[in-house]
């Protein structure tokens, strides 16, 4: 189903190049990204080697350290293909720190047992909340960016209530830490668990009629009921798996540091996941979605970070580095400033006003 | 306003018409007296008379920006860059009279002049472009917060102690002995601010086609209202007021943290919302957005009054707050739309 409504947009291009079409513009960014880094540090941050049974690496790391980003930005891209955001995610992960830390601080730690449940409550307690911004949405109408910004205020408030105000600590010893710095099969856990949500949705989503009852309820939600699909459950199913997959992302984050610290954890990571949705080409006007597209957009906000580093510009650069990004592709994605910014190099019979002199009161008008 | 007696009225009423529209703003007005006669009932000292003024010296900052935040809101957007600019007008005005040696007296209005400049730079992008709101004021964001780690990584002091102590000098207002008060000057800025504010949105055109736009923009270009216009002046006023707002915080603290704000678009986004101004735009009163701000003061209060309570539970009752107005106002516009039908 999914390839019918692929075909149908593209007009006649085959699916794969549309698909390529579309993560041209991110595949070139992040090529030009790997490229100056190994000009600037060498092969070695391209090729991973084994250390210790493990793969490491420079790019390897920036994979593991992307995974809690990439799960969010997964949960996120199904939520903004039914025309909502998710600003609580953020919070989310910090709740979900907070409840497996704060479990485990008071139990023994080495317990298989006690840790499979400190993550199926924490995972519970995330798919709750996803669930409940998706009511508010669904049921309440309540535009997502206020439903969702509820929670991204008391949200952080609630895991430090938690935690009680303290940071909750796992010792190293624990299987829990395994989330965020283990491996299997020499490859880092995060990479896997990124790797299986990615395989689980884009099977969810694109070999089931999944992805395009979501893209029918983004694209207009009226006419999706009045077509008897049932809008408001799927909604709900959207922020129900950005919450869990939140609530995932806070767990490798603390099992990575081993701590859970509700004030920081995750902080800014809802920006960051938006960011990422928007570069991979999912537009924010809901209706469509590309989970590859998220996931190359996660690896560039990665490489992105660690480049400023290499190439030796301070770690202030960071944010600096994400604006001009967040401005270029908000420029690049708008209509009207393409046509603005070509118009020099039409032919001139295409333009609508020659004679104009200002370009920008012509775009007002 | 005389002619409405002289037409029938409008069987599509709009969403917040009549005394409606006075709901959510007079439910703000009665949370606040019940918080304040319940921390009077409770708390032995509340009803020092300094009380409510230290809510407008804490609170300067934060009533400026959410004054700001309430036109654009009230248009329809929102700005998520004001907690940044704000850190980052601090830190220029540390750095310009620390490191650049200009007097404070040039700084401040070059500071000021940059707030409207990136406001109407941001506007520009929006409406000519249309680039959504949240993504135009994400960029703010962490630009205007990577700008000012880049001036300085940590806590710099303010020279130029004589002018910026100007700000903390006091008005008393009789004897503190007997139910008088005082308020520095950075309170009276936050006044005028709300004041101006005020005659702009009620008695000016801009403030009419602010409404307009946030009612519905399709409507008001119909109309020949300035839509750009309109639209670009918002956030020139919002990016004001968030200089402005760094300016009094530079008053207030005397020094610049780079992390300063981090989060304070979110407060004043909150104080707007608890003030009762409808989230998607057309609907709110600048008034309104000071009760807000002084309902989120009086909450820290209280909090400090209690002592054994934690400062989270001041941000979960705050989004405890904001659930009730948001459902109220989606009650509201549900009874608005029944009465359409």
Avoid at chain 1, 158 to 179: H, Y
Avoid at chain 1, 208 to 227: D, K, Q, W
Avoid at chain 2, 266 to 274: N, P, R
């Amino acid at each position: 189903m999914s390839k019918a409504s692929n075909a149908g947009r593209t007009a006649g291009e085959g699916r794969a190049g549309a698909y390529l079409k579309r993560l041209m513009w991110p595949l070139i960014v992040l090529a030009a990204l790997l490229i100056v880094n190994i000009a600037v540090t060498g092969f070695d941050f391209i090729v991973p080697d084994v250390h210790d049974d493990r793969l490491s690496g420079a790019f390897v790391n920036i994979l593991r350290r992307a995974a809690p980003l990439l799960l969010i930005a997964l949960g996120m891209t199904l939520v903004i293909a039914t025309k909502g955001i998710d600003l609580s995610v953020g919070a989310v992960y910090a709740i979900g720190a907070a409840i497996a830390c704060q479990y485990l601080a008071g139990r023994d730690q080495s317990a298989v047992g006690a840790v499979a449940a400190a993550v199926a409550l924490a995972l519970a307690i995330a798919a709750l909340i996803g669930a409940w911004n998706g009511t508010m949405v669904a049921h309440f109408g309540v535009q997502p960016i206020v439903a969702t910004l509820i929670l991204m205020i008391a949200g952080r408030g609630i895991a430090q209530l938690i935690t009680g105000g303290q940071i909750p600590t796992v010792a190293d010893s624990s299987p829990f830490v395994e989330l965020g710095r283990g491996a299997i099969a020499t490859v880092p856990v995060p990479i896997w668990i990124g790797a299986a949500v990615f395989a689980a949705l884009v099977l969810l989503t694109r070999t089931t009629a999944l992805g395009m009852l979501l893209e029918s309820v983004g694209g207009n939600p009226e006419a999706s009921r009045l077509a008897g699909i049932r809008s408001k459950g799927i909604t709900v199913l959207a922020y129900l798996i950005a919450g869990t997959c939140a609530g995932l992302a806070g767990l490798i984050g603390a099992a990575n540091l081993g701590s859970a610290d509700a004030n920081n954890g995750g902080l800014w990571i809802e920006l960051d996941a938006i960011l990422a949705v928007v570069i991979g080409g999912t537009a924010l006007m809901g209706g469509r979605f590309f989970l590859l597209g998220t996931t190359v957009g996660v690896v560039i906000i990665g490489t992105l970070e660690v480049t400023i580093i290499n190439v030796g510009l301070s770690s202030q650069w960071q944010f600096t580095a994400k604006a001009i990004v967040v401005f270029i592709v908000a420029m690049l994605q708008s209509p009207e400033f393409r046509a603005w910014i070509l118009r020099p190099f039409r032919p001139r019979a295409a333009e609508p006003a020659p004679t104009d002199p200002d370009p920008e009161k012509a775009l007002a008008k | 306003m005389s002619s409405t007696t002289l037409t029938e009225r409008p069987t599509r009423s709009t969403l917040f018409d009549g005394l409606s529209r006075y709901i959510p703003v007079g439910a703000t007005v009665v949370l606040l007296a019940a918080m304040y006669l319940g921390g009077i009932a409770r708390y032995r000292n509340f009803d020092n008379p300094q009380l409510i003024p230290d809510l407008f010296i804490g609170n300067a900052a934060l009533l400026i920006v959410a004054v700001g935040m309430t036109f654009v809101i009230l248009s329809g957007g929102i700005d998520l860059s004001v907690g940044s600019v704000m850190a980052f007008s601090t830190m220029a005005c540390a750095w310009l009279t620390v490191d650049a040696g200009l007097p404070a007296s040039v700084a401040v209005p070059a500071v000021l002049a940059f707030g409207v400049l990136s406001g109407t730079f941001t506007g520009a992008v929006i409406h000519y472009f249309n680039v959504q709101p949240f993504i135009a004021t994400l960029a703010g964001l962490f630009l205007y917060r990577g700008l000012t780690l880049q001036i300085s990584d940590h806590d710099v002091s303010i020279r130029e102690i004589d002018f910026f102590s100007w700000g903390m000098e006091r008005v008393e207002f009789g004897d503190p002995r007997d139910g008088g008060f005082s308020l520095p000057y950075i309170s009276f800025i936050a006044f005028a601010v709300v004041i101006v504010a005020f005659v702009v949105l009620h008695y000016t055109r801009f403030g009419r086609g602010v409404y307009a736009v946030g009612g519905s923009e399709q409507s008001a270009l119909l109309m020949g209202l300035p839509v750009a216009r309109t639209k670009i002046g918002v956030y020139a006023i919002s990016g004001f007021c968030a200089a402005l707002g760094g300016v009094v915080a530079a008053f207030y603290t005397k020094s610049a943290n780079p992390l300063a704000g981090v989060g304070f678009e979110l407060d004043a986004i909150a104080a707007v919302v608890v003030g009762g101004t409808l989230l998607t735009g057309g609907a709110g009163f600048v008034l309104g957005t000071v009760a807000g701000v002084m309902v989120m003061g009086l909450l820290s209060t209280i909090i400090a009054f209690q002592g054994n309570l934690s400062s989270w539970w001041a941000r979960i009752v705050v989004g405890v707050l904001l659930l009730a107005f948001i459902l109220l106002q989606r009650v509201l516009a549900r009874s608005g739309e029944k009465r359409k039908g």
